[in-house]
Protein backbone atom coordinates (compact mmCIF):
# COMPACT_ATOMS: atom_id res chain seq x y z
CA UNK A 1 0.00 0.00 0.00
CA UNK A 2 1.09 3.34 -1.16
CA UNK A 3 1.75 6.35 1.50
CA UNK A 4 -0.37 9.33 0.78
CA UNK A 5 1.18 11.98 0.98
CA UNK A 6 -0.16 15.80 0.29
CA UNK A 7 2.80 18.02 0.40
CA UNK A 8 5.44 15.97 -1.21
CA UNK A 9 8.45 18.51 -2.12
CA UNK A 10 11.12 16.95 -0.19
CA UNK A 11 10.05 13.18 0.23
CA UNK A 12 11.57 12.30 -2.41
CA UNK A 13 14.35 13.13 -2.12
CA UNK A 14 17.65 10.24 -1.35
CA UNK A 15 17.46 8.50 2.20
CA UNK A 16 14.09 10.63 3.45
CA UNK A 17 12.30 7.95 3.78
CA UNK A 18 12.74 3.88 3.70
CA UNK A 19 11.71 0.24 5.47
CA UNK A 20 13.80 -1.85 7.47
CA UNK A 21 12.79 -4.16 9.80
CA UNK A 22 9.36 -4.15 10.23
CA UNK A 23 9.54 -0.34 10.94
CA UNK A 24 9.38 2.98 9.14
CA UNK A 25 12.81 5.73 9.37
CA UNK A 26 11.96 8.70 8.32
CA UNK A 27 15.07 11.57 8.30
CA UNK A 28 13.35 15.08 9.19
CA UNK A 29 15.97 16.92 8.48
CA UNK A 30 14.75 18.79 5.02
CA UNK A 31 11.18 18.51 5.93
CA UNK A 32 8.67 21.33 6.80
CA UNK A 33 6.24 19.86 9.71
CA UNK A 34 3.06 19.68 7.17
CA UNK A 35 5.31 17.15 4.74
CA UNK A 36 6.66 14.92 7.61
CA UNK A 37 3.45 14.94 9.93
CA UNK A 38 1.93 13.62 6.45
CA UNK A 39 4.33 10.91 6.18
CA UNK A 40 3.91 10.30 9.66
CA UNK A 41 0.25 9.95 9.83
CA UNK A 42 0.38 7.65 6.47
CA UNK A 43 2.86 5.32 7.97
CA UNK A 44 0.35 5.00 10.68
CA UNK A 45 -2.89 4.67 8.63
CA UNK A 46 -1.23 1.77 6.21
CA UNK A 47 -0.72 0.07 9.75
CA UNK A 48 3.48 0.71 10.65
CA UNK A 49 3.70 -0.54 14.01
CA UNK A 50 7.28 1.42 14.58
CA UNK A 51 8.28 5.07 13.23
CA UNK A 52 11.58 6.19 13.55
CA UNK A 53 12.20 10.04 13.28
CA UNK A 54 15.68 10.99 13.09
CA UNK A 55 17.36 14.30 12.72
CA UNK A 56 14.07 16.14 14.09
CA UNK A 57 14.84 19.91 14.83
CA UNK A 58 11.83 21.77 16.18
CA UNK A 59 8.99 20.32 13.42
CA UNK A 60 5.53 20.72 15.57
CA UNK A 61 2.67 18.37 15.63
CA UNK A 62 4.64 15.49 15.48
CA UNK A 63 1.78 12.50 16.44
CA UNK A 64 -0.64 14.91 16.95
CA UNK A 65 -4.15 13.26 15.56
CA UNK A 66 -3.15 10.13 15.42
CA UNK A 67 -5.45 7.25 17.00
CA UNK A 68 -3.85 4.33 15.80
CA UNK A 69 -1.57 2.27 18.52
CA UNK A 70 1.93 2.87 17.12
CA UNK A 71 5.03 3.13 18.71
CA UNK A 72 6.60 6.71 17.83
CA UNK A 73 10.61 7.47 18.30
CA UNK A 74 11.69 11.00 18.24
CA UNK A 75 15.80 11.57 17.63
CA UNK A 76 16.30 15.15 18.26
CA UNK A 77 13.62 18.11 19.57
CA UNK A 78 10.09 17.78 18.63
CA UNK A 79 8.37 21.30 18.64
CA UNK A 80 5.41 22.43 19.55
CA UNK A 81 2.53 20.25 20.73
CA UNK A 82 3.82 16.83 20.56
CA UNK A 83 0.88 14.62 20.51
CA UNK A 84 -1.68 16.80 20.71
CA UNK A 85 -5.15 15.34 20.44
CA UNK A 86 -3.95 11.72 20.12
CA UNK A 87 -5.34 8.78 20.90
CA UNK A 88 -3.09 5.84 21.30
CA UNK A 89 0.13 6.14 19.91
CA UNK A 90 3.06 5.29 22.40
CA UNK A 91 5.87 8.36 21.79
CA UNK A 92 9.67 8.40 23.05
CA UNK A 93 11.39 11.34 22.89
CA UNK A 94 15.38 10.92 23.37
CA UNK A 95 16.30 14.67 24.39
CA UNK A 96 14.06 17.81 25.10
CA UNK A 97 10.66 18.76 23.88
CA UNK A 98 8.65 22.02 23.16
CA UNK A 99 5.59 23.70 24.56
CA UNK A 100 2.40 21.69 24.51
CA UNK A 101 3.44 18.72 24.91
CA UNK A 102 0.15 15.90 24.69
CA UNK A 103 -1.75 19.47 24.50
CA UNK A 104 -5.56 17.45 24.81
CA UNK A 105 -4.42 13.86 24.23
CA UNK A 106 -6.92 11.22 25.54
CA UNK A 107 -4.54 8.43 25.05
CA UNK A 108 -1.03 6.81 24.84
CA UNK A 109 2.30 7.54 26.74
CA UNK A 110 4.63 10.23 26.15
CA UNK A 111 8.05 9.99 27.47
CA UNK A 112 10.71 12.76 27.11
CA UNK A 113 14.31 12.11 28.04
CA UNK A 114 14.93 15.38 29.19
CA UNK A 115 12.68 18.58 30.13
CA UNK A 116 9.96 19.49 28.38
CA UNK A 117 8.68 23.61 28.09
CA UNK A 118 5.30 25.41 29.15
CA UNK A 119 1.97 23.81 29.19
CA UNK A 120 2.85 20.59 29.19
CA UNK A 121 -0.33 18.32 29.73
CA UNK A 122 -2.82 21.14 29.03
CA UNK A 123 -6.27 19.80 28.66
CA UNK A 124 -5.09 16.55 28.83
CA UNK A 125 -8.01 13.82 29.04
CA UNK A 126 -6.12 10.35 29.29
CA UNK A 127 -3.07 8.68 28.90
CA UNK A 128 0.19 9.19 30.49
CA UNK A 129 3.17 11.86 30.27
CA UNK A 130 6.81 11.14 31.79
CA UNK A 131 9.40 13.74 31.61
CA UNK A 132 12.72 12.79 32.91
CA UNK A 133 13.56 16.09 34.58
CA UNK A 134 12.01 19.61 34.64
CA UNK A 135 8.91 21.31 33.11
CA UNK A 136 7.76 24.51 32.22
CA UNK A 137 5.32 27.22 33.01
CA UNK A 138 1.16 25.99 33.30
CA UNK A 139 2.09 22.61 33.49
CA UNK A 140 -1.44 20.43 33.86
CA UNK A 141 -2.94 24.07 33.01
CA UNK A 142 -7.00 22.57 32.66
CA UNK A 143 -5.92 18.35 33.14
CA UNK A 144 -9.51 16.82 33.64
CA UNK A 145 -10.66 13.34 33.87
CA UNK A 146 -14.13 11.88 32.85
CA UNK A 147 -15.03 8.37 34.53
CA UNK A 148 -12.11 5.72 33.85
CA UNK A 149 -10.46 8.35 31.81
CA UNK A 150 -7.58 9.84 34.25
CA UNK A 151 -4.15 11.17 32.96
CA UNK A 152 -0.96 11.22 34.46
CA UNK A 153 1.83 13.47 34.53
CA UNK A 154 5.02 12.36 36.27
CA UNK A 155 7.76 15.04 36.51
CA UNK A 156 10.94 14.29 37.71
CA UNK A 157 12.53 17.58 38.36
CA UNK A 158 11.12 20.90 39.14
CA UNK A 159 8.09 22.85 38.11
CA UNK A 160 7.84 26.61 37.17
CA UNK A 161 4.75 28.44 38.68
CA UNK A 162 1.33 27.81 38.05
CA UNK A 163 1.39 24.48 37.98
CA UNK A 164 -2.19 22.89 37.87
CA UNK A 165 -3.56 25.89 37.15
CA UNK A 166 -7.48 25.33 36.46
CA UNK A 167 -6.62 21.62 36.97
CA UNK A 168 -10.34 19.87 36.97
CA UNK A 169 -9.00 16.35 37.08
CA UNK A 170 -6.45 13.94 36.93
CA UNK A 171 -3.19 13.45 38.56
CA UNK A 172 0.33 15.62 38.79
CA UNK A 173 3.07 13.66 40.54
CA UNK A 174 6.02 16.00 40.71
CA UNK A 175 8.99 14.28 41.85
CA UNK A 176 11.96 17.05 42.17
CA UNK A 177 15.05 14.55 42.03
CA UNK A 178 18.21 15.94 42.43
CA UNK A 179 17.18 18.13 45.45
CA UNK A 180 17.67 16.88 49.31
CA UNK A 181 14.36 14.88 50.81
CA UNK A 182 12.46 17.50 52.19
CA UNK A 183 13.61 20.33 50.60
CA UNK A 184 11.03 22.44 48.69
CA UNK A 185 9.83 23.30 45.41
CA UNK A 186 10.68 26.91 44.35
CA UNK A 187 7.57 27.33 42.13
CA UNK A 188 4.80 30.03 42.91
CA UNK A 189 0.65 30.11 42.38
CA UNK A 190 0.66 26.06 42.61
CA UNK A 191 -3.13 25.01 42.07
CA UNK A 192 -4.30 28.16 41.04
CA UNK A 193 -8.20 28.01 40.28
CA UNK A 194 -7.72 24.38 41.10
CA UNK A 195 -11.49 22.38 41.44
CA UNK A 196 -10.46 19.10 40.48
CA UNK A 197 -7.76 16.37 40.55
CA UNK A 198 -4.40 16.09 42.75
CA UNK A 199 -0.74 16.97 42.68
CA UNK A 200 2.06 14.84 44.53
CA UNK A 201 5.16 17.09 45.32
CA UNK A 202 8.14 15.17 46.88
CA UNK A 203 9.48 18.12 48.61
CA UNK A 204 7.64 20.96 50.99
CA UNK A 205 6.19 24.12 49.91
CA UNK A 206 4.96 27.59 51.85
CA UNK A 207 1.19 28.66 51.61
CA UNK A 208 2.43 31.47 50.10
CA UNK A 209 3.12 29.06 47.02
CA UNK A 210 -0.43 27.88 46.90
CA UNK A 211 -3.34 29.39 44.79
CA UNK A 212 -6.06 30.14 47.02
CA UNK A 213 -8.07 27.29 45.67
CA UNK A 214 -5.61 24.56 46.97
CA UNK A 215 -5.45 22.76 49.94
CA UNK A 216 -2.15 20.49 51.56
CA UNK A 217 -2.00 17.49 53.72
CA UNK A 218 1.09 15.19 54.11
CA UNK A 219 0.34 11.94 51.64
CA UNK A 220 -0.68 8.75 53.50
CA UNK A 221 0.23 4.94 52.88
CA UNK A 222 -2.86 5.02 50.64
CA UNK A 223 -1.47 8.09 48.75
CA UNK A 224 1.65 6.59 48.34
CA UNK A 225 -0.45 3.21 46.82
CA UNK A 226 -1.68 5.16 43.96
CA UNK A 227 1.38 7.20 43.27
CA UNK A 228 3.55 4.18 43.33
CA UNK A 229 2.87 2.34 39.57
CA UNK A 230 3.73 5.32 38.33
CA UNK A 231 6.76 6.02 40.11
CA UNK A 232 7.76 2.72 38.98
CA UNK A 233 7.10 3.11 35.50
CA UNK A 234 9.25 6.53 35.73
CA UNK A 235 12.17 4.85 37.07
CA UNK A 236 11.68 1.52 34.20
CA UNK A 237 12.24 4.43 31.59
CA UNK A 238 14.52 6.68 33.42
CA UNK A 239 16.49 4.61 35.95
CA UNK A 240 16.71 5.20 39.51
CA UNK A 241 15.37 3.60 42.83
CA UNK A 242 11.73 3.51 43.09
CA UNK A 243 11.96 2.57 46.87
CA UNK A 244 14.47 5.36 47.69
CA UNK A 245 11.77 7.70 45.94
CA UNK A 246 9.04 6.62 47.96
CA UNK A 247 11.04 6.66 50.98
CA UNK A 248 10.51 10.01 51.18
CA UNK A 249 8.37 13.28 52.42
CA UNK A 250 5.44 13.89 49.67
CA UNK A 251 2.50 16.18 50.25
CA UNK A 252 -0.68 15.74 48.46
CA UNK A 253 -2.68 18.74 47.29
CA UNK A 254 -6.27 18.90 46.40
CA UNK A 255 -8.88 21.59 45.59
CA UNK A 256 -10.85 23.39 48.77
CA UNK A 257 -14.06 23.26 46.46
CA UNK A 258 -15.47 22.04 43.13
CA UNK A 259 -16.59 25.45 41.97
CA UNK A 260 -14.12 27.85 43.54
CA UNK A 261 -15.64 30.59 41.50
CA UNK A 262 -19.36 29.63 42.09
CA UNK A 263 -19.95 33.36 43.83
CA UNK A 264 -18.91 34.67 40.06
CA UNK A 265 -22.43 33.70 39.19
CA UNK A 266 -25.88 34.47 39.78
CA UNK A 267 -26.74 30.79 39.81
Not at 25 to 36: D, F, G, V, W
Not at 91 to 101: E, F, H, W
Not at 159 to 180: C, P, S
Not at 239 to 266: C, H, N, T, V, W
Amino acid sequence: MSMKIEVDHHAGLPGVFKRRNGSVEINASQLHYRELNNMVKGAAAEGSKEIVLENVYGQRYIGSGIRKSVSIVVHGVPGNDLGAFMDGPNIIVDRNAQDGVGNTMNNGVIVVHGRAGDIVAMGMRGGRIFVKDSVGYRAAIHMKEYRHHRPVLVVGGETQDFLGEYMAGGMVIALGLGKKNGDGFKAKHIGTGMHGGTIFLRGGVEEYQLGKEAAVAPADEEDLALIRPHVEEYVGYFGGDAEDILDSDFIKLQPRSSRPFGGMYAY
